[in-house]
């Protein structure tokens, strides 16, 4: 998972590249249709992969401030 992450990632920047590219030198539409593409994939297939990849096997209450947590961090246990 981590490598096809760090494979799609580098995809996603060079595509946001080649766009940029595109956009200024070849075709201004052809351009922002690239980008904003590119854009939309980051946001809605690789942020929620990339999100699941770090929270799997995590427990939400090891990081919000509770009674107990804040008793561990003042050492009163």
């Known amino acids: 998972m981590k490598l096809f992450l760090n494979v799609f990632f580098l ?6 590249a080649y766009g940029i590219y595109h956009r ?3 075709n201004f539409e052809i351009g922002e249709r ?8 980051g946001a809605f297939i690789f942020m929620p992969l990339f999100l699941y ?3 799997k096997g995590k427990q939400l209450k090891d ?8 008793k561990k961090m003042r050492g009163e246990e």
């Open 11 to 16: 995809l996603l920047l060079s595509s946001l």
């Open 24 to 26: 200024s030198q070849l």
């Open 34 to 41: 690239i980008i904003g593409f590119t854009v939309l994939c």
């Open 53 to 55: 990849h770090r929270w």
């Open 63 to 70: 990081y919000t401030l509770s009674e107990e947590n804040l």
